[in-house]
């Protein structure tokens, strides 16, 4: 059975650092581009970022950029989402997502659907 696990979420004050982590069972992550995305209370589900499996290439929402990276280590089956200068609207559930493939979606990859398998989520909240 496939399941993703994302850890590391909470409180936390403007301005600092989280790091969330997506741990996959069931599948190997070497094969699929893996996707952050967060929901904020009362909107749509976004894209946040997204890595490649084939060579670790990334994208990154407008406003997250710059502040955000996203990583991976084949090795632990996980996928990292290194957030800093957290901003009061940064706050949101945040979901890891796997899509089988080798490269993310240059106009697709924060297309909620194109993504095979979604964790439960997470909570962040950043205080201001």
């Known amino acids: 059975q496939v399941q993703l696990a994302e850890s590391g979420g909470g409180l936390v004050q403007a301005g600092g650092s989280r790091r969330l982590s997506c741990a996959a069972f069931?599948?190997?992550?070497?094969?699929?581009?893996v996707g952050w995305f967060r929901q904020a209370p009362g909107k749509e589900r976004e894209g946040v970022s997204c890595?490649?499996?084939?060579?670790?290439?990334?994208y990154y929402a407008d406003s997250v950029k710059g502040r955000f990276t996203i990583s991976r280590d084949n090795g632990k089956n996980t996928v990292y989402l290194q957030m800093n200068s957290l901003k009061a609207e940064d706050t949101a559930d945040y979901f890891c997502?796997?899509?089988?493939?080798?490269?993310?979606?240059?106009?697709?990859?924060?297309?909620?659907?194109?993504?095979?398998?979604w964790g439960r989520g997470i909570q962040v909240t950043v205080s201001s």
């Open positions: 997502a796997a899509d089988i493939g080798a490269y993310c979606s240059e106009y697709g990859w924060g297309v909620v659907y194109e993504y095979d398998y």
């Open positions: 069931g599948i190997n992550l070497d094969n699929y581009n």
């Open positions: 890595i490649s499996s084939a060579d670790g290439s990334t």
